[in-house]
């Protein structure tokens, strides 16, 4: 319900002011001025690259469907004996789902409006669901925190706080720092961890997932390399180079979503 009026909100907008530069007041990016990727650029129009914005809907989509399997876990009464610690742990994989929101939301602005506070979000956006994945890891290797003279506590409050923060800071510093080198130091941190996971709990996790999310995030660079050069289609396709990129990633998050939500139990998780 949540995704139809996302749609029909859009849709609306789009509808309203196709033909309408609203953002002309706007700072605009440097990417309005020395354009990217292949799709042809609509200045005077609400969405100013038309398939990029509407690719980044699968990231909403995603989104809510792990909020929406986290709210599940809540409420249910039992959960399977050996369920795995993200089906006993709903909290965060209703941090995992909103931080796919905030990047669908923060990536269909900047490719919609192509002005610098789009790109600011845009970028600060692309970290949350990493950093949602690690703290997921996290918080299957020590589930409980244990102090001198206190009962244990569970970490994932903890770790969810912690990135929050750090999408705040993400946000506030975006000029402060490299994107790609930011970007690919938390991918090569998941993959790190799925490493630890292969030598420590190698019998309990869904190994297939992984695979494939290893895949789909390879076809989206190549998807996304060829548009940059303008190699994939041409200006006014319908098929663009960087909104396979948007797609391809969104399907890698599922997957390793799903890596950790299909694992299961054991004595030593």
Known sequence: MVFAITLVLLGTVYYLWRDQDVWSAWQPAAELRHHEYGETLHEHSVFRTRINTWSNLPYVLLG?????????????????????????????????????????????????????????????????PLLGLIAIHLGRWFPRLRSHGRSAIASWPLLAALVVIACGLLYR???????????????????????????????????????????????????????????????????????LWHVFTCLALACMYLYQRCGYSSAAQ
Do not use: E
Request: overall charge positive.
């Open 64 to 128: 809510l469907y792990a909020i929406t399997l986290g709210l599940a876990d809540q409420r249910a009464r039992q959960r399977p004996a050996r369920a795995g610690y993200l089906v006993r742990t709903p909290g965060l994989s209703i941090l995992f789902g909103a931080g796919c929101c905030y990047l669908g939301l923060g990536s269909g602005m900047f490719h919609a409006s192509l002005t610098r506070w789009g790109q600011q979000l845009d970028v600060a956006a692309m970290f949350a």
């Open 173 to 243: 510093f975006k000029w402060s720092y490299s994107a790609a080198n930011l970007l690919t130091a938390l991918i090569l941190a998941v993959a790190t961890a799925a490493a630890v996971d292969w030598r420590k709990w190698r019998t309990h996790l869904s190994w297939c997932w992984l695979a494939v999310a290893a895949l789909t995030l390879a076809l989206a660079v190549i998807c996304r390399q060829l548009d940059v050069h303008r190699h994939f289609t041409g200006p006014d396709a319908w098929l663009q180079g960087h909104a």
